[in-house]
């Protein structure tokens, strides 16, 4: 996978690995108990519009 984003998070340290599960991150076990929650947060706060609330 090639992108701007996924350019970003190489030059950062995320692995190649998890760039590859992050489309069914509930399912890898390359993410943990914390970080796939954050992913889903950040999924609802790129919808437009952004539809999360503090309590999620």
């Given at each position: 996978?090639?992108?701007?984003?996924?350019?970003?998070?190489?030059?950062?340290?995320?692995?190649?690995?998890?760039l590859?599960?992050?489309?069914d991150?509930?399912?890898?076990?390359?993410?943990?108990d914390?970080?796939?929650p954050?992913?889903?947060?950040?999924v609802?706060?790129?919808r437009?519009?952004?539809?999360?609330?503090?309590?999620?």
């Amino acid at each position: 996978m090639r992108d701007i984003g996924s350019d970003f998070g190489r030059e950062h340290g995320v692995t190649e690995e998890k760039l590859m599960a992050l489309s069914d991150h509930h399912a890898s076990e390359v993410f943990s108990d914390l970080e796939k929650p954050v992913f889903d947060y950040a999924v609802v706060l790129t919808r437009t519009p952004a539809e999360a609330s503090e309590g999620r």
